[in-house]
């Protein structure tokens, strides 16, 4: 039984995009992952997509990609990214309904592995694509859901927390951050991000221990696309 995380598939079965255009790593990513997978892992697992699964509009757009990572190995538990657009943050639960048993959607809520409790949200962090205030306006908001997710495990009686963010918990040059400093609060022991893509990007944020914390940058091409192990 082992905890294994890997973000950023950017699935396309029902669209034109293809990721082949940003570097040999991306070529037949989904057979390499689908060929890691079913080495690395068996149906007793968990594996935590953080994030970007897919490149579909809307969940009709999204069927393939879906039942892609729903034919992986073991429980798969999914955290949104940002290209998620077919996963209303408000209507996660609707998901969980209709993929009862076969995917699990981390939003608002969490899930457990061993005596941990796995909860998480998107996060955000400014890149230059918006303004400061808009950038802190979402941050914000992400805050507070992934509070919910904590305060909801916390209920349940779970001390022990892995931290999962679509992405990195830190913006540039920063060392700490409003995920960072929620990640201390609870005692969090790893936090788990995706997101950065391209050698460039890879350091972006906080990697290793950082004040007894581990971090982990699992996003596709980083990890060519071969889950992490975050907990045996
Ligand atoms: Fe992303």
Known sequence: MALYALGDLHLAYQSEKTMDIFGK???NHEKKTEKNCAKLMTDEDTLVLVGDHSWGRHLDECEYDLRFIESLPG???????????FWDAKKTQRLNDMFKDRLYFLQNNFYSYKDYAIVGTKGYCYEGFDTREHADMLIEREAKRLKVSFEEARKAGYEKFIMFLHYPPTELGERDSR?????KAYG??????????????FHDSLLGKVDGIE???VSGDFLDFKPKLILP
Do not use: P
């Not at 995920?179 to 990640?183: E, G, L, R, V, W």
């Not at 969090?188 to 990007?201: L, M, T």
């Open 25 to 27: 790593v991306w070529k």
């Open 188 to 201: 969090v022991s790893q936090v788990v991000y995706a997101h950065c893509h391209g050698k460039e990007r």
């Open 75 to 85: 429980r798969k538990i999914l955290v949104r990214g940002n290209h998620d657009n």
């Open 215 to 217: 971090y982990s940058l």
């Open 179 to 183: 995920f960072t400093y929620m990640a």
